[in-house]
């Protein structure tokens, strides 16, 4: 947290004084580049600031001036960092009820099924090969979204199947890759203790409950390497 908040300063900056300026050097364009990666990320991390203010402590360290003592900042450092994570833990929580609340109505959908774990499923095509194993290597394309059908992942924006053990997986797809058969389309409800759980990832929020679209292209055997592709889908972490 600590690093990402002095590091923000410099996204302070751009934000602050960025719109008035051209971007006519490659100083300007990286330094607007550094500042749109770290406002995103900590737009992603849910953290306020006041950009105005931010710029103002940029010019200050760079004069070799601060408004502040150490211990100041390092108290301020601590209360934001309590104030993120209170934050994180109440979203935590409004997403495990949401997420509960969705697969509870979404069980009597029309063609879903629920398996022992809680994983539900909808069969949109049955496929005709062969049945992967956990020891198997698959070929997959995927599109994940989220509940309210944010896409924060998928094979074909890439335009190649993602390859990876069945084993590799979240325990959703572990278990719903050995119930297909190759040619086959599942659409799959996750629930968070089968995906990520209370951590999450980046683009996916803690306690989230995933839907994927996934067609079961290939079986590769194990003990093939398989090609790395661009990102593996719902890698364990």
């Given at each position: 947290?600590?690093?990402?908040?002095?590091?923000?300063?410099?996204?302070?900056?751009?934000?602050?004084?960025?719109?008035?300026?051209?971007?006519?050097?490659?100083?300007?364009?990286?330094?607007?580049?550094?500042?749109?990666?770290?406002?995103?990320?900590?737009?992603?991390?849910?953290?306020?600031?006041?950009?105005?203010?931010?710029?103002?402590?940029?010019?200050?360290?760079?004069?070799?001036?601060?408004?502040?003592?150490?211990?100041?900042?390092?108290?301020?450092?601590?209360?934001?960092?309590?104030?993120?994570?209170?934050?994180?833990?109440?979203?935590?929580?409004?997403?495990?009820?949401?997420?509960?609340?969705?697969?509870?109505?979404?069980?009597?959908?029309?063609?879903?099924?629920?398996?022992?774990?809680?994983?539900?499923?909808?069969?949109?095509k049955e496929g005709d090969?062969?049945?992967p194993t956990k020891t198997?290597?698959?070929?997959?394309?995927?599109?994940?979204?989220?509940?309210?059908?944010?896409?924060?992942?998928?094979?074909?924006?890439?335009?190649?199947?993602?390859?990876?053990?069945?084993?590799?997986?979240?325990?959703?797809?572990?278990?719903?890759?050995?119930?297909?058969?190759?040619?086959?389309?599942?659409?799959?409800?996750?629930?968070?203790e089968l995906a990520y759980?209370?951590?999450?990832?980046?683009?996916?929020?803690?306690?989230?409950?995933?839907?994927?679209?996934?067609?079961?292209?290939?079986?590769?055997?194990?003990?093939?390497?398989?090609?790395?592709?661009?990102?593996?889908?719902?890698?364990?972490?």
């Amino acid at each position: 947290m600590k690093k990402l908040v002095i590091a923000g300063a410099a996204a302070g900056l751009v934000i602050a004084v960025g719109c008035t300026k051209k971007l006519d050097t490659d100083q300007k364009k990286a330094s607007y580049a550094i500042g749109q990666q770290i406002g995103g990320n900590m737009k992603q991390q849910n953290i306020e600031i006041d950009a105005d203010v931010m710029a103002m402590a940029m010019k200050d360290a760079i004069k070799g001036d601060s408004k502040m003592t150490k211990e100041e900042i390092q108290q301020a450092m601590m209360k934001l960092q309590e104030s993120a994570m209170k934050k994180q833990q109440e979203a935590a929580e409004e997403n495990k009820k949401k997420g509960a609340e969705f697969l509870e109505k979404n069980k009597s959908a029309e063609g879903v099924k629920v398996t022992a774990s809680g994983l539900q499923y909808k069969v949109e095509k049955e496929g005709d090969g062969k049945m992967p194993t956990k020891t198997d290597t698959v070929k997959a394309h995927y599109t994940g979204t989220l509940i309210d059908g944010t896409k924060f992942d998928s094979s074909l924006d890439r335009g190649q199947p993602a390859e990876f053990p069945v084993q590799g997986v979240i325990p959703g797809w572990s278990e719903a890759l050995q119930m297909m058969k190759v040619g086959a389309k599942y659409k799959l409800f996750i629930p968070p203790e089968l995906a990520y759980g209370a951590s999450g990832r980046p683009g996916i929020p803690a306690n989230s409950v995933l839907v994927f679209d996934v067609e079961l292209v290939e079986i590769v055997k194990a003990g093939a390497a398989p090609a790395a592709p661009a990102e593996k889908p719902a890698k364990k972490k």
